[in-house]
T-cell receptor
Framework: DGGITQSPKYLFRKEGQNVTLSCEQN?????MYWYRQDPGQGLRLIYY???????QKGDIAEGYSVSREKKESFPLTVTSAQKNPTAFYLC???????????????FGEGSRLTVL | AQSVTQPDIHITVSEGASLELRCNYS??????LFWYVQSPGQGLQLLLK??????LVQGIKGFEAEFKRSQSSFNLRKPSVHWSDAAEYFC?????????????FGTGTRLTIIP
């Protein structure tokens, strides 16, 4: 079945360590996104990528980095510069073709990062 | 920039009762509008979406939503809730951008169902 796979589902990290969250999709979607979810704050956009080898900062990009070397993959690195990294991270892809008047975000199951 | 407000943080309804979750957006033209549902510890699932056309939109699981331009609203409704509807619901707005859309999400409404 097509979908978005995020791993790991749970991750613990010590302060000062970088950690990379994996996101893989087999939906053949061009655009991919990373959102951060905190209780009471909804989803906030970290980074997004419309095409391979290109990505843009979202609303809360500080302390995060991404790469998009393949269409299927959009890993997120939470660096030690991120002041409050404990959160639930959601990867998504967008299925709308350019010029089409429809589309939606498809989400993975999320990764919960806890900094000890 | 666009924004979306979900004024109700938490709503409790009895099983079988009707439901309305509120969503208001801020954008100068007609945006794309979405409702998603999330069970604890899971990703988000699309309930319904509005891009254009008929302002009453039908979705999955018996949900519907109505786009009201004059009120900048896109409220979600269900005539009779089931215990399985207990979850968190997110409204989202997207600005049309020729396939380069980004969605802005509200802060969510947590729905509790009582027997």
């Amino acid at each position: 079945d097509g979908g978005i796979t995020q791993s790991p589902k749970y991750l613990f990290r010590k302060e000062g360590q970088n950690v990379t969250l994996s996101c893989e999709q087999n939906l053949n979607h061009d655009a991919m996104y990373w959102y951060r979810q905190d209780p009471g704050q909804g989803l906030r956009l970290i980074y997004y990528s419309q095409i391979v080898n290109d990505f843009q900062k979202g609303d809360i990009a500080e302390g995060y980095s991404v790469s998009r070397e393949k269409k299927e993959s959009f890993p997120l690195t939470v660096t030690s510069a991120q002041k409050n990294p404990t959160a639930f991270y959601l990867c998504a892809s967008w299925n709308r073709a350019r010029g089409a008047n429809t589309g939606e975000l498809f989400f993975g199951e999320g990764s919960r990062l806890t900094v000890l | 920039a666009q924004s979306v407000t979900q004024p109700d943080i938490h709503i409790t309804v009895s099983e079988g009762a009707s439901l309305e979750l509120r969503c208001n957006y801020s954008y100068g033209a007609t945006p794309y509008l979405f409702w998603y549902v999330q069970s604890p510890g899971q990703g988000l699932q699309l309930l319904l979406k509005y891009f254009s056309g008929d302002t009453l939109v039908q979705g999955i699981k018996g949900f519907e939503a109505e786009f009201k331009r004059s009120q900048s609203s896109f409220n979600l409704r269900k005539p009779s809730v089931h215990w399985s509807d207990a979850a968190e619901y997110f409204c989202a707005v997207g600005v049309p951008n020729f396939g380069n859309e980004k969605l802005t999400f509200g802060t969510g409404t947590r729905l509790t169902i009582i027997p």
